[in-house]
């Protein structure tokens, strides 16, 4: 056995050691920067904090301020200048790491808040109404001001931390030096959130979204489950056995879910609890060639709806894409296009088979008795608002949906401009507004708005 001779001994040893002092300075390097970044981290989160403090407290002045603005332009002014200002607080506080911390009602205030001040700022006249939301949003606003600014002067000037929150591994550490405090808080901000009445007006977070039905499943019967997978293989053409029970859900419309394998692929189904009506099918297959024109899978699609007892519906848009036709429809009630009562069904191009359907707006809107507003401009009154530039190509009276899920009659024309673009104008029939504005896309795939 060979010797290891004292030069050897001290060359290994050196070796060692400068192995030793390498790792012990990457393992300084590592922490130093663990601790930059900790620290990047942090300053990060007390800036996105202060920018949340400060969008609130704006939005309380800006709005005790609207309390007492007399001219359109300035209320104008105000509601637009909260809309933004909870724009910007709602983008702050989405950057912060509050996942595991239930922050709704904030983010919900702050959702309402915007929307509602950007529909004020569209109204004609400011109502007493009005008036009294805008109080009791001031006053809401101050309180939730007051709370997070006291707590932002906490992170700033004791020892907490906002980087702990979103580093779940040091919840223990963080009770032992008590840096769980801005958890605490918050928790108990949310709490004892102030109380305001819900608000009801035209805008996609007015309190009454939630508490929409169906209309056209009110007073209907519930169906069993038994009843709902006897309908959905009735429809679709397939052996009952072969749908699996794939759970229940509630919301809006509580449905039944079954799901089968068939030769084209997967199918899915939801059949409403309420009526046992179909809301939801689609088919995972994937659709190799296209053998029918689009015009032929509208005519199969209007057919697969008579069987339904869904009738006088006219197809509006349609599109195609990978061998699939869907084809949207709205009803039609005596020449009124009813737009809210949506249907979507989806042909596959090979066999003309059903790979897609969707009734949900269907179900939610529509109703043989709608109560219409008397028409106090006419389609002549009406065209006259319209820009400079435009050609009309036809006109019709349409119902269409408002931000807030509100019903609008509306004028609606057919435009052109000087570049060949086609337009979709609604104009309100009792108050000459324009409601909304569309932009006509047709190509090979098909006709869509934007």
């Given at each position: 056995m060979k010797k290891i001779?004292?030069?050897?001994?001290?060359?290994?040893?050196?070796?060692?050691l400068a192995l030793v002092l390498v790792l012990t300075g990457l393992a300084a390097v590592n922490y130093y920067e663990a601790k930059q970044y900790r620290w990047q981290l942090e300053a990060n989160y007390q800036h996105y904090f202060g920018e949340l403090v400060s969008g609130i407290d704006k939005i309380s002045f800006t709005l005790q301020k609207g309390q007492y603005a007399k001219s359109r332009t300035m209320a104008s002014a105000l509601s637009n200048e909260v809309?933004?200002?909870?724009?910007?607080?709602?983008?702050?506080?989405?950057?912060l790491p509050f996942a595991n911390i239930e922050l709704e009602k904030t983010a919900k205030f702050l959702s309402q808040v915007g929307d509602y001040s950007y529909s004020l700022s569209k109204k004609s006249e400011i109502t007493e109404d009005d008036l009294n939301n805008i109080t009791q949003l001031a006053n809401t606003a101050y309180q939730l001001s007051s709370s997070l600014s006291e707590l932002y002067h906490q992170v700033l000037t004791a020892d907490s931390s906002i980087t702990i929150i979103a580093d779940a591994e040091n919840t223990a550490?963080?009770?032992q030096q008590n840096l769980n405090s801005v958890s605490d808080t918050l928790n108990e901000i949310e709490t004892q959130f102030p109380e305001y009445a819900g608000l009801i007006y035209d805008g996609p977070f007015s309190e009454h979204i939630n508490k929409l039905e169906a209309v056209y499943l009110k007073d209907k019967p519930e169906v069993t489950m038994e009843y709902a997978k006897e309908h959905a293989a009735k429809v679709f053409g397939i052996d009952p056995d072969m749908l699996s029970f794939d759970g229940e859900s509630s919301g809006s419309i509580p449905v039944y879910s079954f799901s089968a394998e068939t030769d084209h692929g997967t199918l899915y189904v939801d059949i409403t609890k309420q009526g046992g009506y179909v809301i939801d099918m689609m088919t995972s297959g994937v659709v190799s060639d296209a053998k029918l024109t689009p015009e032929e899978c509208i005519t199969l699609a209007k057919e697969f709806m008579s069987t339904l007892d869904i009738t006088n519906m006219d197809e509006s848009y349609y599109i195609s894409q990978e061998n699939i036709v869907t084809v949207n429809f709205a009803w039609d009630t005596n020449g009124i296009t009813c737009y809210p009562d949506l249907v979507k069904v989806s042909i596959a191009q090979d066999t003309g088979r059903i790979s897609g359907f969707e009734s949900r707006g269907y179900l939610m809107s529509h109703s043989d008795n709608r109560a219409l507003p008397e028409i106090k401009v006419s389609a002549a009154e009406a065209e006259q608002a319209l820009a400079d530039g435009l050609t009309v190509e036809n006109s019709g009276l349409a119902i269409i949906p408002s931000d807030g899920k509100y019903e609008l009659l509306c004028h609606e024309f057919k435009c052109t401009d000087d570049k060949g673009m086609q337009y979709l104008i609604y104009v309100n029939v009792t108050t000459g507004n324009e409601e909304q504005i569309l932009i006509l896309q047709q190509n090979d795939n098909g006709i869509l708005t934007v």
């Open positions: 001779g004292k030069r050897s001994v001290i060359r290994l040893t050196s070796y060692a809309a933004r200002q909870s724009a910007l607080a709602a983008a702050a506080l989405s950057s550490s963080a009770k």
